[in-house]
């Protein structure tokens, strides 16, 4: 079977059976980037040695590994490769391209320290920065790749589910909070003129 490279329209009664997969860390192209272009400025406050670290952060890699797990396991899943905008602008797609709703933990989305604190630095949404290389994918059996995924080295984590509803919830705080998420208004990148 082929691997969808975009979502279709998932039919109403099948939508609370299918789970949100992300894989690769949010932010960690856009991290890169921001350690690259504004290192001087990052150096003010952070290490030059932890600065030099970020700007290698992001390494392309090959992807014939995820492409085979993926058939095997999950020949069905609908695949979106993320970019600008990040996680959100990638939730907001699925959305409008599947007709559902979705619950997303915020704290089950992969991101690492070094993106958390550029953010802070600049004051930026970590979950709206460019995310490239990384994949939020649709499928029933989001455990199975996860833990595939995760077992040769590719950082994997179910983050939510679709629903048959149009909301979309983003909860944080353990779950004791939430929130509807805004469209998405562009990538943070360019808060710093990037």
């Not at 670290?53 to 095997?72: A, N, P």
């Not at 990384?134 to 059996?141: E, M, Q, W």
């Not at 595939?148 to 919830?169: E, Q, W």
Request: glycine letters at 8%; proline letters at 3%.
């Amino acid at each position: 079977m082929e691997v969808h490279t975009s979502f279709v329209k998932i039919p109403k009664a099948e939508r609370d059976s299918i789970y949100l997969l992300m894989t690769g860390f949010c932010g960690l192209s856009g991290t890169a980037l921001i350690a690259k272009k504004k290192g001087d400025e990052l150096m003010t406050y952070y290490s030059s040695a932890y600065v030099e670290d970020m700007k290698k952060l992001y390494i392309s890699e090959g992807e014939d590994e995820f492409d085979s797990l993926l058939r095997e396991i999950a020949p069905d899943a609908q695949v979106l490769t993320m970019g600008e905008g990040g996680i959100e602008t990638a939730l907001w797609t699925v959305a409008e391209e599947t007709h559902a709703g979705f619950t997303v933990d915020y704290q089950a989305i992969p991101i690492r320290q070094e993106t958390v604190e550029v953010c802070e630095f600049y004051h930026l949404n970590p979950y709206r920065l460019e995310s490239k290389r990384c994949r939020l994918i649709a499928l029933k059996n989001g455990g199975s790749l996860a833990a595939a995924l995760t077992a040769v080295g590719t950082p994997a984590a179910v983050i939510g589910k679709l629903n048959a509803t149009n909301d979309r919830i983003l909860l944080y705080d353990n779950g004791e909070k939430s929130r509807c998420l805004d469209r998405p208004s562009g990538d943070e990148l360019r808060k710093i003129g990037l």
